[in-house]
Structures are given as C-alpha cells and as structure tokens.
C-alpha cells in the first residue's frame, strides 16, 4: 500500500516567510509524528499527534512552530518568519497506534526546506 | 532524560567484513529500542527492534540485542555487502511496546567497498 507522503519534497523560502509543510499518513494510521534532521542537531523530535490531538508539543523550538491535524488524517507543519536556522529536512511519520504491537513507526520522505 | 549514544563514523569496510556500530542508552523506566537505516537518497526505514531486555532482533542479517545490564544495543552483521551502504542510526522510545517520541543517535555513516 501507500506510504507516508509528504509535500512538497523541496522548499526554498525567503527569511521572514511563513511555510506550511504537509504529511499524508499511512491511511488507517491513528498516530503522527513530525521530526527535524539537520547537520547540527541530528534527528529531533518535534509533536506528536494521536488522532486530531497533540499529547506531546515538547519538540518545538518555538512559538512560530505550530502544527494541526484534521480529521485523523492530513497534517501540516507551519512555520512563521522562518530563519536560517530553520533549514533542514523536515520527516513526518505515522504508526498504527502508539502502543501495542504495532507501533512501529513508518517514515515519509521529508521536506527539505531551505531559507535564504 | 533520554538519550542515545552511538560510534562515530564514518565506518568503511570491506564486502564481507564483520560488522559493529555500538550503541548505548540512557532511559528511565523501559525503552523500546530500535535500529533505523537511511539508504542514499531514500527516507528513514526501521530495521529491527527490541521491546524489552534480553530480546534479539533481527532482520537482513543485522542482529541487536537489548541489554539492560550495559544498556546497549549494539547493532551486528557477519558478512557484510555494497547495498549495506547507509546511515544508521539506534533510537529509542520511552515506553516499553510504545513509541510517543522516538530520541535517535546522531548516526553513523556506513561505506562497504566491493
């Protein structure tokens, strides 16, 4: 079947612009989870969605992150004034459920944002 | 609070060598751990997991066993090949059989040559 797919694959964006970056789970996956990986810090954890709820906002670096996800499904990353230091790839991923024996977490692959 | 340690690479070996990338942890209570594999210009692929201590997994011929004694989780392959040529990278999750919020090792750049 269709994995996690994520849009776009590349962004290019002038400092000061806001971006929105979008995740289409693995359908039927009822959790998401949105990462950043840069030369820098590796592989980090931004929020995690269970259905339409984010029990775990602790990743984001800031208030111009934000993120939402409707209808358990589509969810976007939106990032205000972005900043050099918002340039990364950005990996959204979706699990079956978050415990039990499927919770194995399937990646897309990525949204590599750049900011001039 | 959680954190992961791996070797540095990056790792170049022979088609054939044996292969070790250590891995270590820190964690309160009990962490599923889990080995993740970035191919050259492909995204994150999960590789083998382990829920609770002692459990092996395995795939592909890379073995990992969950050690609470030593807290590690160091990743092996006896024979290894070209196609292994990837970055890996050992994570873990705060829950036992559960992955709210995977926290992952910086990586380690593996380079088979023929």
């Known amino acids: 079947g269709a994995g996690v797919s994520q849009s776009p694959s590349n962004k290019v964006t002038e400092k000061g612009k806001d971006v929105e970056l979008r995740c289409d789970p693995i359908s039927g996956h009822t959790a998401l989870y949105w990462y950043r990986q840069s030369l820098g810090q590796g592989l980090e954890f931004l929020i995690y969605f269970q259905g339409n709820s984010a029990p775990d906002k602790s990743g984001l670096p800031s208030d111009r992150f934000s993120a939402e996800r409707t209808g358990g499904s589509v969810s976007t990353l939106t990032i205000q004034r972005t900043q050099q230091e918002d340039s990364a790839v950005y990996l959204c991923a979706s699990s079956l459920a978050v415990r039990g024996p499927s919770y194995e977490q399937y990646f897309g692959p990525g949204t590599r944002l750049t900011v001039t | 609070g959680n954190s992961v340690t791996q070797m540095e690479g990056p790792v170049t070996l022979s088609e054939e060598a044996f292969l070790t990338i250590n891995c270590t942890y820190t964690?309160?209570?009990?962490?599923?751990l889990f080995w993740y594999v970035q191919y050259p210009g492909e995204g994150l692929q999960l590789l083998l997991k382990a829920t609770k201590a002692d459990d092996k997994g395995s795939n592909k011929g890379f073995e990992a066993t969950y050690r609470k004694e030593t807290t590690s989780f160091h990743l092996e392959k006896g024979s290894v090949q070209v196609s292994d040529s990837a970055v890996y990278f050992c994570?873990?999750?705060?829950?036992?059989?559960?992955?709210?919020?995977?926290?992952f090792g910086k990586g380690t750049k593996l380079t088979v040559n023929p």
């Open positions: 994570a873990l999750s705060r829950t036992q059989g559960g992955s709210e919020k995977l926290v």
């Open positions: 964690a309160t209570g009990y962490p599923s």
